[in-house]
């Protein structure tokens, strides 16, 4: 009779999340994922919407033989919490796939605010505008010193080394009125500028962004 060797390949699943430097963390979806072994045989996948990354294998080679493999996450504008990646140990026989949770960070980024009035493009300077997001204390911009020959500030407000995630964007002040508005700061991008248009009005009213760019 015939006898045959059956050996029970593994798996490595987890989530990719992002650590904040407030100690908060959020999942992190489109992170290329690599799990390779000593001989340098490597698999990959993609971290999907909630985060979640599976690494079974390939059409060809179906699972991953036991032994140390080393799992790595890459995405433009991320760090690994690990530089030189995460050792797992994927044993032989395991029913269950090795879970492994993957922590990034952002490098972080610059944002310009440029802030007019409509009727006329005309910039103002002068004004309070700050950065909210829930459970933080907002960032305010600090006050602008125009350089010489400037005599003022353009309407530019800058805000520097900041996390890449979502803000409300608060401009208040100058006999505007005041302004708030979801934004997006990219990862990945040194300087992002956002054009914001202010109107001199006495009510409350929704602003909208007309025009998010990178700025090198």
């Known amino acids: ?9 593994g798996a ?38 909630s985060g979640r990354y599976d690494i079974t294998g390939t059409a060809v080679r179906q699972g991953l033989a036991a032994g140390t493999w080393t799992v790595t996450a890459l995405v433009d504008g991320y760090e690994m919490q690990l530089p030189d990646g995460w050792p797992v140990a994927v044993v032989e026989g395991r ?8 922590t990034l960070t952002a490098d972080p980024v610059d944002l310009r605010v440029f802030v007019y009035d409509p009727v006329g493009d005309t910039p103002i300077d002068g004004l309070t505008v700050r950065l ?22 353009g309407g530019i407000y800058t805000f520097t080394q900041i996390e890449p995630t979502r803000y409300t964007l608060d401009v208040s002040g100058g006999g505007y009125a005041p302004l708030t508005v979801a934004i997006q700061v990219p990862p990945g991008v040194p300087l992002t500028q956002i054009d914001v248009p202010i109107a001199a009005r006495p009510n409350t009213v929704g602003g909208v962004v007309l025009k998010v760019q990178g700025a090198g």
């Open 12 to 49: 490595i699943t987890g989530v990719v999340e992002v650590l904040s430097p407030d100690g908060t963390r959020r999942s992190l979806a489109g992170v290329q994922v690599t799990a390779t072994d000593g001989a340098g045989n490597a698999f990959t996948t993609t971290s999907g919407a």
């Open 95 to 102: 029913l269950a796939p090795t879970v492994q949770p993957l």
């Open 132 to 153: 909210v997001r829930s459970g933080q204390p907002p960032v305010t911009a600090p006050p602008c010193v125009p350089v010489a020959p400037a005599t003022d500030c």
């Open 1 to 9: 009779p015939l006898s045959f060797v059956v050996e029970k390949l």
